[in-house]
C-alpha cells in the first residue's frame, strides 16, 4: 500500500502550484496533493476542510492544517516515519502549521512549493528542523477499497 501512495503523489510531479486547487497537471498546493492521495485510499474527507490563506507568513489560518491533520489522520507518535507518511512543517516558531508533505523514502519527500510546483525534495536537515507532526492516512478504516493499514 505505502508503494502505491507514493506513485499516485509521484503522479503529481510537475503539477504547477496553485493555491487552493487539486487539479493532476493543472495545479494544486499541498492541501490539494494530501487532499488527493485521501480520498484515493481512504475515501471522501468525513468533514469540510478549513480554507487557509495562501501566506505562512502571516499566520492565517490558526490551526487549521494541525486541527486537519488530528481529525483525518492517524498521528504516528513515536513511530519512525516512512514512506507514504505525512509530515507537517511549519516555518517559524510563532506560527502554525503551514505545509504538508507526502513521505517517499527515508529521505526524500513529495510537496507543492509555490513557484516551483509539485516536487521531490531531500528530506534535509532545514526540512527536519521545521517539522511539527507525522501521521498516516487512516485506509485501515475503509476495507471496501482494498486497501490495509500503511
Known amino acids: ?34 487532499v488527493d492521495l485521501y480520498t ?5 474527507l468525513p468533514a469540510p476542510l478549513t480554507v487557509y490563506g495562501p501566506g505562512w507568513r502571516d499566520g492565517t489560518g490558526g490551526r487549521a492544517l494541525q486541527n486537519a491533520a488530528r481529525l483525518f489522520l492517524v498521528p504516528l507518535g513515536t513511530q519512525p516515519i516512512r514512506a507514504g507518511d505525512v509530515i507537517l512543517f511549519r516555518f517559524r ?12 523514502g527515508p529521505d526524500r519527500f513529495i510537496h507543492a ?10 528530506y534535509s536537515r532545514w ?4 517539522t511539527v507532526g507525522a501521521f498516516g492516512l487512516p485506509v485501515k478504516h475503509f476495507p471496501n ?5 500503511v
Open 93 to 104: 516558531r510563532d506560527l502554525p502549521a503551514k505545509h504538508c508533505a507526502i513521505m517517499t
Open 113 to 122: 512549493m509555490e513557484r516551483v510546483g509539485v516536487c521531490e525534495v531531500s
Open 1 to 34: 500500500m505505502r508503494q502505491r501512495i507514493v506513485n499516485r503523489a509521484r503522479s503529481w510531479v510537475g503539477t504547477p502550484y496553485r493555491h487552493g486547487a487539486r487539479t493532476l497537471g493543472a495545479g494544486c498546493d499541498c492541501l490539494g496533493l494530501l
Open 145 to 149: 477499497r482494498d486497501c490495509k493499514e
Open 127 to 130: 526540512w527536519r528542523r521545521h
Open 40 to 44: 484515493a485510499f481512504c475515501g471522501p
